[in-house]
């Protein structure tokens, strides 16, 4: 299994919006963003840093980053822009401009310029760049493919920095952990849309308790199911695909207006404890052949672990017995933890669903 550049894109930017970090600037290949200070905590790994801010209380001061999701791709249209003349816009009439000088300068003006180092009065020093120096901060690459974007501004403490992020990086398996840790349990609200609030009377709303389990079938191979269950804290009802029921409503992390939840015959409780027997329930229906395989593999390994110790154990020298028997009994468990089919269920994600009532 693999994700595609767009798709990584939309995970991390999901994360960025849902965190309040500051968008930059944002291009199909990359995006440039400061983090917020929940972000950053997350992400940054400055255990003496935030240490500090909340000792001293003083404003933060969070990293900066440009995240790119296409490095092939944002490398050569980088090298593109670098080696490509600069570009300035002149302005009719005005031939100074073209040396960053004020507006009425002429040939004079340029020439005691560049006699002057480049410095003009009242002003700072301008420069030229030699050819084949680096090219005019606004004639970057995104001012030269996705239109005109002004100069990065040096946010945050030090210089923005560059990250790659594909498929396995270490920065998305960190995005990833951070967001399956702070999404681990929700509590939304079915969003009612805009007329419901023009409505006389409030609508009412249906508690329910949802959970997401991963259920990992293990033995020398893996197979792993998720199932998302829901049951209703008013009624008791189960539903098995409870995504099903999510998926064409809109969400929303605030209590809308002109609605009432139904109180709750169920405690949270007794509704989870309803969802586990639910589940037990269903697995204990499954077909279980490729455990009865495993454990048909799991003999065959350990009689060829068995047949090849047989003679190395009627070791004549105490010492190297015991070693060796240590050794054989340290790889049959190393076999049987390999081969024994086990069943093992976590929650991924639960939560607290208030939706409208059918």
Request: hydrophobic share 40%; glycine share 6%; charged share 25%.
């Amino acid at each position: 299994m693999t994700l595609t550049a767009q798709e990584i894109r939309k995970h991390v930017m999901d994360y960025l919006e849902a965190t309040e970090c500051s968008i930059i600037e944002a291009s199909p290949l990359h995006v440039t963003v400061k983090l917020s200070p929940r972000a950053d905590r997350m992400l940054t790994d400055r255990p003496y840093y935030w240490g500090f801010v909340e000792r001293t209380g003083v404003d933060p001061e969070t990293l900066s980053f440009t995240f790119v999701f296409e490095p092939e791709k944002y490398d050569n249209l980088a090298a593109a822009a670098q080696a490509a003349p600069p570009s300035r816009p002149l302005r009719p009439g005005n031939p100074a401009s073209a040396a960053g000088l004020p507006a009425g300068a002429g040939a004079d003006g340029m020439e005691a310029a560049a006699d002057t180092g480049g410095a003009t009065a009242g002003g700072p020093p301008v420069s030229a760049a030699p050819p084949g120096g680096p090219a005019d901060p606004q004639d970057s690459i995104l001012a030269r493919f996705f239109g005109f974007v002004p100069a990065l501004p040096r946010i945050g403490p030090g210089m923005i920095r560059r990250e790659d992020i594909i498929y396995g990086s270490k920065r998305l398996r960190q995005i990833w952990a951070a967001a399956r840790d702070e999404g681990k349990c929700l509590q939304l609200f079915e969003d009612p849309g805009s007329r419901q609030k023009m409505t006389l009377f409030s609508a009412a709303y249906e508690p329910w308790l949802a959970v997401c389990y991963k259920v990992e079938m293990s033995c020398d191979l893996k197979r792993e199911e998720l199932h998302f269950i829901g049951v209703s804290l008013t009624s008791g009802r189960i539903i098995p695909d409870f995504e099903a029921k999510l998926a064409s409503r809109e969400l929303t992390p605030r209590l809308p207006e002109n609605i009432h939840i139904q109180p709750s015959e169920l405690t949270v409780a007794d509704g989870a404890g309803r969802l586990e027997g639910y589940l037990t329930s269903k697995l204990a229906l499954m077909d279980y052949n490729w455990a009865e395989e495993a454990r048909e593999r799991l003999r065959l390994e350990l009689s060829i672990v068995d047949i090849y110790y047989e003679e190395l154990l009627k070791e004549q020298d105490e010492e190297k017995r015991l070693a060796i028997h240590e050794q054989y009994n340290r790889r049959r468990k190393e076999t049987a933890w390999q081969y024994e089919p086990q069943i093992a269920v976590s929650a991924v994600t639960y939560g607290l669903f208030n939706l409208r009532s059918t």
